[in-house]
């Protein structure tokens, strides 16, 4: 018997990087996975390439709630239920405060917040009708280290950390535990654009490496390991908190 043996659950943003990992762990661990990304073919479930054959995706865009509701609806009609939630989409920014405009700003709190919003929106009927129902909330270590350039995703992943506290109060009495993982910098295709970028990739990597106290990058699988284990029947007890998985960069 695996840990999520007859469950069912959603990851936003699956397709790539931590969330495929998180879809990869979590089918690993016996539950039936359903993955809803922008950057996937429209239509019915469908199987996702470099995930495992059973895993399905939908093509979904977290900015888009009629669109989130009705990926939400194919997932119910194909397996009867949700039980796990995974709010993983988001996007990055860089600079100072001054440097995003307006439209920048409201782009980013779109996905990055309001996402998490529309996805939990469109689960919550189904997850009340769960025995075991747990919400895990993708945030960052950008939410408290104070990085520099780095002002606008760290005010998305900071609500994200308050919103996962709000939810919490909200659901835990209906039988919904929410929480939250804050990853430091994980090797993902995300990271490998921003070092494609860069004008010495490999100074930059080595300079993302001893920024964490275990000098290196953190494995999407760790991610994913943090939350298969707040969506697990391990972590019961556990409601609100904010699990970092970053080599212990929250210290300094
Ligand atoms: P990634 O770019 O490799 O993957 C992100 C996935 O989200 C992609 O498949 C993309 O298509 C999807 N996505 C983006 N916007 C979407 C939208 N509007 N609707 C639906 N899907 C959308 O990125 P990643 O590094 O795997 O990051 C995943 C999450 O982890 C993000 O929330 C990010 O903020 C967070 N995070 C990443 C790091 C890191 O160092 N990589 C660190 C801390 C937190």
Redesign the pocket.
């Known amino acids: 018997m695996s840990t999520f043996d007859g469950l069912v659950a959603v990851v936003?943003?699956?397709?790539?990087?931590?969330?495929?990992a998180i879809a990869t762990r979590l089918h690993d661990d016996g539950a039936h996975v359903v993955v809803?990304?922008?950057?996937l073919p429209a239509g019915e479930p469908a199987p996702v390439p470099g995930l495992p054959d059973d895993v399905r995706g939908l093509r979904?865009?977290?900015?888009d709630s009629e669109g989130v509701r009705a990926a939400v609806e194919q997932v119910v009609a194909a397996y009867g239920q949700i039980d796990i939630l995974v709010n993983?989409?988001?996007?990055?920014a860089q600079g100072t405060v001054a440097d995003n405009d307006d439209a920048e700003w409201a782009r980013v709190l779109d996905?990055?917040v309001v996402?998490m919003a529309r996805a939990s929106r469109a689960c919550l009927p189904h997850l009340r009708a769960s025995e075991h129902a747990a919400i895990v909330n993708?945030?960052?270590?950008?939410a408290t280290a104070g990085l520099p350039q780095r002002a606008l995703?760290t005010a998305s992943?900071g609500a994200v950390l308050a919103l996962t506290r709000a939810m919490a109060a909200d659901h835990v009495r209906e039988g919904i535990r929410v929480n939250c993982v804050?990853?430091?910098?994980?090797?993902?295709?995300?990271?490998g654009?921003l070092l494609d970028a860069a004008d010495d990739p490999g100074a930059e990597r080595a300079a993302l490496e001893a920024r964490q106290p275990h000098e290196r990058?953190?494995d999407?699988t760790e991610?994913a390991g943090a939350v298969a284990y707040l969506a697990s029947p391990a972590s019961t007890s556990t409601v609100g908190v904010s699990l970092a998985v970053d080599g212990g960069m929250h210290e300094l």
């Open positions: 936003t943003g699956g397709a790539s990087g931590i969330g495929a809803l990304d922008r950057d979904a865009d977290v900015t993983n989409a988001g996007i990055g996905v990055n996402g993708v945030s960052s270590i950008a995703y992943k804050s990853p430091g910098t994980v090797d993902t295709p995300w990271i654009r990058l953190v999407p991610v």
